[in-house]
């Protein structure tokens, strides 16, 4: 099972940081990121982070957004510096053994919405 938290509404140039505590079964599982989908669009990969601490974030929001995993907890975290309005949309946790292709992940958190404006 996984947990999200964090999301809301922020004002441009604004930060969020978003969370997601994996429960159960999958909390040993190798690759832990952030999925998100705008209105209209594909669900699109945000960050991803290994077990093994490898990363790996977007060209659109690199620079910006940070993924980090804290293993002792389960918990996977994604701060997100400097929001622009095109970063609105539903974020969701995913995990698998590779979540870099949408169809590969194994588990999908709920997703919380962030909405920046502008």
């Known amino acids: 099972r996984l947990v999200e938290s964090g999301g809301g509404l922020v004002q441009a140039g604004g930060s969020l940081r978003l969370s997601c505590a994996a429960s159960?079964?999958?909390?040993?599982?190798?690759?832990l990121g952030w999925y998100r989908q705008a209105p209209g669009k594909q669900r699109e990969l945000v960050a991803v982070i290994t077990s093994g601490g490898s990363t790996d974030v977007a060209d659109s929001v690199k620079g910006r957004f940070t993924i980090s995993r804290d293993n002792a907890k389960n918990t996977v975290y994604l701060q997100m510096n400097s929001l622009k309005p095109e970063d609105t949309a539903v974020y969701y946790c995913?995990?698998?053994?590779?979540?870099?292709?949408?169809?590969?992940?194994?588990?999908w958190g709920q997703g919380t919405q962030v909405t920046v404006s502008s």
């Open positions: 995913a995990a698998g053994y590779t979540i870099v292709v949408a169809a590969t992940v194994t588990y």
């Open positions: 159960g079964t999958i909390s040993r599982i190798n690759a």
